[in-house]
């Protein structure tokens, strides 16, 4: 059984940085890929960036390109997202996801929420300003 559980947010201000930790157990991080999301109220859930395990390939949102950064490590199974100059418009639910199928996948996929089947129960990131 997969199970992925966030960990990390909580309230900052602007400008400020914060880190996310995805745990997976029941699914191997190597070689696969994992995306991690965003949700505000009201909002669609949006892809914030993703990662490609096998190759350390990455792919983000404009929004954040430059301010996050994805990684991982192996020996624990996790996934990091690096958060830093956050903004007040980076308010929402985060959330890790995961997928067996990633051969194949445009790079920009690894942003799209339809190639992932596998979910966190998310943890929320507050940006004061």
């Known amino acids: 059984q997969v199970q992925l559980v966030e960990s990390g947010g909580g309230s900052v201000q602007a400008g400020g940085s914060l880190r996310l930790s995805c745990a997976a157990s029941g699914y191997s991080i190597s070689s696969n890929c994992m995306g991690w999301f965003r949700q505000a109220p009201g909002k669609e859930r949006e892809g914030v960036a993703g990662?490609?395990?096998?190759?350390?390939?990455?792919y983000y949102a404009d929004s954040v390109k430059g301010r996050f950064t994805i990684s991982q490590d192996n020996a624990k199974n996790t996934v990091y997202l690096q958060m830093n100059s956050l903004k007040p418009e980076d308010t929402a639910m985060y959330y890790c996801?995961?997928?067996?199928?990633?051969?194949?996948?445009?790079?920009?996929?690894?942003?799209?929420?339809?190639?992932?089947?596998?979910w966190g129960q998310g943890t929320q990131v507050t940006v004061s300003t």
């Open positions: 996801a995961a997928t067996l199928r990633c051969r194949g996948i445009f790079y920009s996929d690894l942003i799209n929420p339809r190639t992932y089947g596998y």
């Open positions: 990662i490609y395990t096998g190759s350390g390939s990455t």
